[in-house]
């Protein structure tokens, strides 16, 4: 397994712009494809963005295409998620997570990070 370590939230205005990185260690990170999820309070979590193995497949959730960006330099072994536009709706705590290539679930973790948009 990989262990993970997410950085970059915060607090920012409504309109604004962060972006988070999740750093890995452990085994081969090119082996792994990653997601950003997240969870608000008194809600379930969702899947915000996912990217395969090699950065050439992107999934975005509805609720955050055309606004946020995932991307990955596995030199670096670290996967980013640029936040443009933020919206109060997108205040949450989110978490980095990997899954081997060609599984379905996510295995590993992070601690997560919270972001908190404010209006």
């Known amino acids: 397994q990989v262990q993970l370590v997410e950085s970059g939230g915060g607090l920012v205005q409504a309109g604004g712009s962060l972006r988070l990185s999740c750093a890995a260690s452990?085994?081969?990170?090119?082996?792994?494809?990653m997601g950003w999820f997240r969870q608000a309070p008194g809600k379930e979590r969702e899947s915000v963005a996912t990217?395969?193995?090699?950065?050439?497949?992107?999934y975005y959730a509805d609720s955050v295409k055309g606004r946020f960006t995932i991307s990955r330099e596995n030199v670096k072994k670290t996967v980013y998620l640029q936040m443009n536009s933020l919206k109060p709706e997108d205040t949450a705590v989110y978490y980095c997570?990997?899954?081997?290539?060609?599984?379905?679930?996510?295995?590993?973790w992070g601690q997560g990070t919270q972001v908190t948009v404010s209006s």
């Open positions: 452990g085994r081969a990170f090119s082996l792994y494809d």
């Open positions: 990217i395969n193995w090699s950065g050439g497949n992107t």
């Open positions: 997570a990997a899954r081997l290539a060609g599984t379905l679930d996510f295995g590993s």
